[in-house]
């Protein structure tokens, strides 16, 4: 049968209009601090829905100029600059002749490169001294804020990347010093490493220490979150049961991306009236495995971790409550096959460098959740559960051996 309904669930962008879930709380907050005039950073996981939400804000408020410089991608100070001129450019684009803004550009130095798709430094702009670049940058911003009439927000995403470049606390200092305070405009720095975040607001010798108030953006509210997704369902006719999401929210730590990729999956591959159980659940579960066992596969069979690395991976999945086990106690470093603690730090410094895992609240978190689901089901892993841990047991088997999926249908029923 050819799918004729819309998927309704996205995961690859940022969400707005309908496909974005109402987040009042939030939004108020935002919306408060933004309307007062104060500098904000935005902190939370990934793909927790920072980026749209603070667009979402922004966007409804009136006569508000948005300046959004996103980091992302950057590796040289070059290419903070490019991305702050890129965003004025859009904005300047709009509010004064494109003719003067092209003059504009020309007359500073180093010279840009004007194409069809914006400004960029020459090559050998990479190598220069990171002041110059964005020396012009800054004079980008000053120009476009003096060229708009009311407020204005810059909204620096993806602000921590700026802490992986080279000379990273020279350029914030620097940043920091460009950064003049005024009354129509707001900064606005989102960003997802928590540990980088935190450490350029809260760390006294940051040069950003105090110079935006914190909101720690949290999970999405369940019961709103339940019924927008419920809703989009419907539009197949396919009923989610409500101990099913609860299940998929536990699975994803109530991420709101990866709730939406699960369901993106499930809405192509269920059938219209269908109802969406715990069975449903698995099939979907296994769809996706399907469709990602090829990584899942390699990242326990390269030669990229260290055998002491896979095993960290591979016990860290079945671990409930981290903060209930003695994480770095002899029980645990045996599990793993190290003889200190200090090696288990190493490990997951070097897991989470690598991004396979993060840390969030002092837990470790997969950063593909359901390649924790794929480590559970189908690894060795029951005799490093921390129940089992404690009790010094050592039941060899995966969670499937265990008839943990009958168990779960049954239970349901
Ligand atoms: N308010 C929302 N309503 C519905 N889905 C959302 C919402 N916010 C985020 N998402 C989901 O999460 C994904 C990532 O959102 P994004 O704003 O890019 O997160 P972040 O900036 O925190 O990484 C989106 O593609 C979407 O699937
Ligand atoms: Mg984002």
Redesign the pocket.
Known sequence: MIQSTKNPF??????KGD???P?KMVEERILKKLANGHNLALI?D????????AHYVIDSMKDMYKIDIDLYHIIDPSDIAEAIIDACKKVLDKVWDSKKVLDFARRLTPKLDVTEGGFSFGIDASGQEYKKTLHVAFEFLEETVKRTKGKVVILFDEFQAIKTIKNADAILKYMRGKIQKNARVSFMYVG?IKHDMDHIFRDPDSPFFKQAEIIYFEHIEPNIFFDFIFKRFQSKKITLKREVYDMLSKTCYGI??DI?TFCRVAFDSLKEGQIFDFEAFFFILDIIYKNEQKYFKSILDSKGLTKIQKNLLIQLAGIQNQADIKFFGKDFQKAIGVKSPGAITNALNALEKKEYIYKSDEQYYFSNPFFKEWVLDYRFIIQATAGTLTAGSSITGTRLDFGYRQRMIKHSK
């Open positions: 996205i995961d690859d962008s940022v969400v496909d974005y879930c987040r939370g990934r793909r927790v829905g920072k980026t749209s939400t997802s709101t991306g939406q």
